[in-house]
């Protein structure tokens, strides 16, 4: 099994998360799958397309892994899947990269998302948004593929529900300063925002946010990833009151996630993320593939893959026959107060079922 993931770099610790997950779940097996133990190999993507595409021709030709798992970065992501197509040598797990193109541009019969795509973190918020917070709103974003895929699938389903978009706001990535920004959002007029950034850039957004004094203006909403674990530290009560949309929250009163985040914990002594669940769900994937195929066959793992539905902390979901995207549960959180070791946290305010999203013209049934 290879990990194609970012292991130096800003998305390094994604990448360890990743791994973190997926080894926890074959730690919980005796590190085996089938009856046979499991070899995992690793190489450094470092979030640069070339680089992604000579470690995954590696990992397939060289390694003959049966499995490979990742990337982080959508744009490594849609540099492998002509690899991926021509090797046919194993199935490819996605554990992080959202870009909705992977099915529409690729449509791979080997390609499994075991996280998320773009519309899902986005799209299914609008309605929630219309119904519970305003019927207008500016749109925020790092100005890249992904930040703009957000805003955009967004702006067409709240515009479906009924709310008007008054204005918008792009930002490079690795803004310090969002003042700027911050001045033309406030001048918008609108009463909400919604945001999409990641990372520091996330901290750094929200951070300027409070301090500008928005929130008593508008009420900021945006995908997962604003206000997401790996954030929310170094956010603290800049965040509280704010809302998102994830496919995951470690604060999930479920038995099964609860396991997780307290087995997550004991291993690594650290708190579980999307991102470790997403590696967690890759190792069941991968299980589920080898034992339903009763082997490693790549043709044959897929078939059992698709349409396969697989029980994990963040809820049960399924893998999409027609586009292998999956098909799971969003959840809308607000920030509040933490009795724990963190000051905030997220919380599940609403569940949207079942969330499947678009096909993008990909049919693979």
């Given at each position: ?28 097996n ?7 133990e ?9 979030a ?25 970065s ?10 991926i197509?021509?090797?046919?040598s ?11 193109r ?19 973190t ?8 219309y ?12 100005d ?28 490079p ?70 809302y ?69 902390p ?11 995207e999956?098909?799971?549960n ?8 933490s009795?724990?070791?963190?000051p ?22």
């Amino acid at each position: 099994m290879g990990y194609a993931l970012p292991f130096t770099g800003t998305y390094a610790m994604l990448g360890e998360s990743i791994v973190n997950g997926f080894e926890l779940y074959l730690e919980q097996n005796d590190g085996e799958i089938g009856d046979q133990e499991v070899e995992t190999v690793e190489r450094d993507t470092e979030a640069d397309t070339n680089r992604g595409v000579d470690v995954t021709r590696e990992l397939m030709v060289e390694e003959r892994a049966d499995a490979i798992v990742g990337p982080v970065s959508s744009s490594v992501a849609i540099a492998m899947m002509q690899t991926i197509e021509n090797e046919a040598s194993a199935i490819w797990l996605n554990a992080n990269a959202g870009d909705y193109r992977v099915a529409e541009e690729g449509c791979l019969n080997y390609h499994f998302r075991t996280s998320f795509n773009d519309w899902q973190t986005s799209a299914p918020l609008a309605e929630w948004v219309y119904d519970n917070v305003a019927d207008n709103v500016c749109l925020a974003y790092a100005d890249y593929a992904f930040g703009q895929n957000s805003k955009n699938f967004f702006q067409k389903a709240f515009e479906e529900a009924g709310g008007e978009v008054v204005d918008e706001v792009g930002a490079p990535l690795g803004t310090d300063d969002y003042s700027t920004y911050l001045s033309d959002i406030e001048s918008s007029g609108a009463d909400a925002v919604f945001s999409f950034f990641a990372g520091s850039d996330a901290v750094n957004y929200i951070s300027d946010f409070a301090d500008y004094g928005l929130g008593a203006e508008m009420t900021q909403t945006g995908s997962g990833f604003l206000l997401s674990e790996d954030t929310l530290p170094a956010q603290g009560e800049a965040a509280l009151g704010m809302y998102s949309l994830l496919h995951y929250t470690p604060t999930q009163e479920t038995d099964r996630n609860q396991e997780f985040v307290e087995n997550y914990r004991e291993a690594y002594d650290r708190s579980a993320n999307v991102y470790a669940c997403q590696g967690y769900d890759s190792g069941r994937a991968f299980a589920a593939a080898v034992e339903e195929a009763g082997g490693s066959d790549p043709d044959e793992m897929a078939d059992a893959l698709s349409g396969l539905e697989l029980e994990s902390p963040r809820g049960s979901f399924r893998f999409n026959p027609a586009t292998h995207e999956a098909v799971q549960n969003m959840y809308v959180r607000e920030v509040v107060e933490s009795d724990g070791n963190q000051p905030v946290e997220n919380q599940v305010v609403e569940t949207i079922d079942s969330v499947e999203g678009p096909n993008w013209g990909c049919n693979l049934e």
